[in-house]
């Protein structure tokens, strides 16, 4: 395959691990897979999921004695309109669930109070657009157990909390995984800095949720692309954990793991070989055998062994990967698509193109099954076909896919991103070969 800037190019991806919207802890944490590609090609990222979503983004607050100019609502929603555009506010609850039944297209979080959640939640909750559910109320105790049988309430708070209190450091760090998985990574790092701002006033120095902070903002520098301040965020977060953790804590292995992310973006192959391995040693010992984490350390040595040439290796721990992933997963996982792809992408560096066109094409059949129309990982797999067509000189194929994956990114994806540019050089290339 050609290397210079007007070549074709796949792209290898696995998405990040989503973290809990509970209450975040040392052992709850986000974890950076890597999403690059092969060195000799152009570094770019998908960001998932975007404007579209964003503009439908929406916050509703259901409680029968809702006041702003009470100060328990009135504090809340003053701290929530910092990071969140939209609210809706209801006191009558046939109201507020025709409300949310008219907005088909939209992602909602729904906020409700203790008194209303047991009655309210079993109407909505599979409503696609309900994104989450986060219960307000008197006496948190009294509805953890029930909220165990209501997968989209995903956290139980009491009210009159204090502006510093870790809770509300915890749920800001909740808003921004939010906005970090719809790929608003501005907005994810404002929510995070505020966790983190709490954290440093209500908890000691070296307490495992400060790490956990840093651990977030470093993951949102990784995925705007600044590194330096990733690599920075993530160390900082790797200092406190050595203090604060025993040995071999599963914790280490997600700080070594994201640094490792950094070297491999950063184009520093052997820095970030090493910071996997030491991952992967670490969860050998503190994980299950068939634990998907080892299935993310298989997967970003392979990545970077692909970016080394080294195929053999590459997708000997890419299949590794693969049959962790088999094991600890549903069948149709959006994981195994990706690990699936990322086999496809060896075997098309190493012009195997029936391979990795049978790799790809599996990736995209579980992709149709597992996520929404127009998702960028879509995207992906038409580049990726398209790109073994076009090697393989089946140019009107090749061009299919492309403009496949053209349209999917240019709904999904801002104006200025690389893939957008990519993709319009791929179709371009293929148009001058027809």
């Given amino acids: 395959m050609g290397c210079g800037a007007s070549s074709p190019m796949p792209i290898g991806n696995l998405p990040n691990e989503r973290s809990s919207l509970l209450p975040t802890s040392s052992t709850t944490l986000n974890q950076q897979l890597d999403l690059n590609q092969n060195p000799k090609r152009d570094r770019s990222r998908i960001v998932v999921p975007l404007d579209e979503l964003v503009q439908n983004f929406l916050l509703v607050w259901l409680d029968e ?15 929530l309109r910092r990071t969140v555009n939209r609210i809706e506010t209801f006191c009558e609850t046939d109201e507020c669930i025709e409300y949310i039944l008219q907005l088909q297209n939209q992602k909602i979080l729904l906020i409700i109070s203790g008194a209303l959640c047991e009655t309210v939640v079993p109407r909505v909750h599979n409503m696609t657009q309900l994104y989450s559910v986060y219960v307000f109320c008197q006496k948190k105790e009294k509805y953890e157990e029930w909220g165990k049988d209501w997968s989209k309430v995903k956290d139980i708070k009491e009210k009159t909390l204090p502006p510093n209190h870790p809770d509300l450091a915890t749920s800001y760090s909740n808003i921004g995984n939010v906005y970090k998985n719809m790929g608003e990574y501005s907005k994810a790092l404002s929510s995070y800095e505020r966790s983190l701002e709490i954290r440093k006033i209500a908890l000691p120095p070296n307490h495992p949720d400060l790490a956990t902070s840093y651990n977030n903002i470093g993951m949102v520098y990784d995925n705007m692309g600044e590194y330096s301040k990733a690599l920075s965020s993530y160390e900082r977060s790797l200092e406190i954990r050595k203090i604060a953790l025993p040995p071999n804590h599963p914790d280490f292995a997600q700080s070594y793991n994201n640094i490792g992310v950094v070297y491999k973006n950063m184009g520093e192959y052997s820095k970030a070989l090493s910071s996997y391995e030491r991952s992967l040693q670490i969860r050998k010992i503190a994980l299950p055998p068939n634990h998907s984490d080892l299935a993310t350390s298989y997967n970003n040595i392979g990545m970077v062994y692909d970016n080394m040439g080294e195929y053999s290796k590459a997708l000997s721990s890419h299949e590794r990967s693969l049959e962790i992933k088999k094991i600890a997963l549903p069948p149709n996982h959006p994981d195994l698509a990706s690990c699936y792809n990322n086999i496809g992408l060896v075997y098309d560096n190493m012009g195997e193109y029936s391979k990795a066109l049978s790799s790809y094409e599996r990736s995209l059949e579980i992709r149709k099954i597992a996520l929404p129309p127009n998702h960028p990982d879509f995207a992906q ?6 790109l073994v067509y076009d090697n393989m000189g089946e140019y009107s194929k090749a061009l299919s896919y492309y403009e496949k994956a053209q349209d999917i990114w240019k709904k999904s994806l801002p104006t200025n991103h690389p893939y957008i540019a990519l993709v319009k050089r791929n179709i371009e290339n293929v148009k001058k070969k027809m």
């Avoid at 004695?65 to 701290?79: A, C, L, M, N």
């Avoid at 797999?381 to 398209?386: A, F, P």
Wanted: proline content about 0%; glycine content about 10%; cysteine-free.
């Fill in 381 to 386: 797999s038409y580049n990726n076909i398209g």
């Fill in 65 to 79: 004695k809702f006041d702003e100019s009470v100060d328990d609502y009135g504090h809340s929603i003053k701290q």
